[in-house]
């Protein structure tokens, strides 16, 4: 089975901290992919990348940075975190262009104090 | 603004009845796909269904979708009470750049 490991599931965090969430997954997916979920808004697509050291802005990225230096793993960077970053992150891997399902991790919930 | 908007918001049913959700979109779609949430869990891919299909079936789960008025429906059959859960509807545009856009999600609560 498709293993996406998220490095944490809760963090507390203060205004203006670097905050940097992990993603792993163990299936050599070409794409991985940065969510935040928010009630009454459903996901909203932060990054993506489709290669090593590729990215694209999703809907929502500002305020946030990535990274992809290897090819299991996609990090999330707040710079300066902020309350309105309170949020529900998931990541998820999908294999290939041709093969559309997402897998997903199982979440960070970050609360920014 | 929200590609996929599902339809009802909540839904609450009995073990052993069937449960139906529906999900409407904006744009020309490359596919749809449906996707199941625990509570404080991440969602589990359930079924995908392409732009020239019609119906998929998995299990039990039934999947519609008519391009023509934009929307998809969702039928879970004899439903369980571990189907408990918010279910996604994501959209792929023609574009195809991995753009998935999520709908608000339904929730489903079956009563045992």
């Known amino acids: 089975d498709v293993k996406v490991t998220q490095s944490s599931r809760y963090l507390v965090k203060r205004t203006g901290e670097k905050v940097f969430l992990e993603c792993v997954q163990d299936m050599d997916h070409e794409n991985m992919f940065w969510y935040r979920q928010d009630p009454g808004l459903g996901l909203r697509l932060i990054y993506f990348s489709y290669d090593v050291k590729m990215k694209e802005k999703g809907d929502i990225p500002e305020g946030y940075s990535v990274s992809r230096e290897k090819k299991e793993r996609f990090s999330l960077i707040l710079e300066s975190a902020s309350t309105n970053q309170t949020s529900m992150y998931l990541c998820a891997s999908s294999p290939d262009m041709r093969r559309k399902e997402l897998f997903f991790g199982e979440g960070s919930r970050l609360t920014v104090l | 603004s929200q590609q996929g908007e599902e339809d009802p918001q909540a839904l609450s049913i009995q073990e052993g009845e069937n449960a139906t959700m529906n999900c409407s979109y904006k744009?020309?779609?490359?596919?749809l796909q449906w996707y199941r949430q625990n509570s404080g869990r991440g969602l589990v891919h359930l079924i995908l269904?392409?732009?020239?299909?019609r119906e998929k079936h998995s299990g039990r789960l039934r999947v519609t979708l008519d391009t023509s008025k934009k929307s998809s429906s969702l039928l879970i059959t004899a439903s369980r009470a571990a189907d408990t859960a918010s279910y996604f509807c994501a959209t792929e545009n023609t574009s195809g750049t991995y753009k998935y856009i999520f709908g608000t999600g339904t929730r489903l609560k079956v009563l045992a």
């Open positions: 269904i392409r732009s020239n299909e």
């Open positions: 744009t020309s779609i490359n596919n």
